[in-house]
């Protein structure tokens, strides 16, 4: 038997969302600020890496959403209902 959950409010979730992508968008731009200063410096491979990076925390940042919020709501998956209530917040 699963133990009970408690309460999570939607508005809590959505707070959760938008503050990952808060930080999400703060760390792309920190590295697309940067390629003025690759590119001037000719630093081609930096600039590959750069632009793999920028992909790679994106899935990063969204596993560990993804994480938060299961840990949040204490269940694998958002209901429907409440994915509505979120959206809606």
């Not at 600020?33 to 899935?59: N, P």
């Amino acid at each position: 038997m699963n133990a009970p959950t408690p309460h999570v409010d939607a508005a809590d979730v959505a707070a959760l969302i938008l503050a990952s992508f808060r930080a999400y968008r703060t760390r792309f731009r920190e590295i697309t600020l940067a390629a003025k200063t690759r590119f001037e410096a000719r630093a081609w491979l930096d600039g590959q890496r750069a632009s793999a990076l920028r992909i790679e925390i994106y899935k990063d940042f969204m596993n560990s959403l993804a994480a938060d919020i299961r840990a949040r709501l204490g269940e694998p998956t958002m209901s429907p209902p409440m994915s509505r209530s979120v959206k809606g917040a």
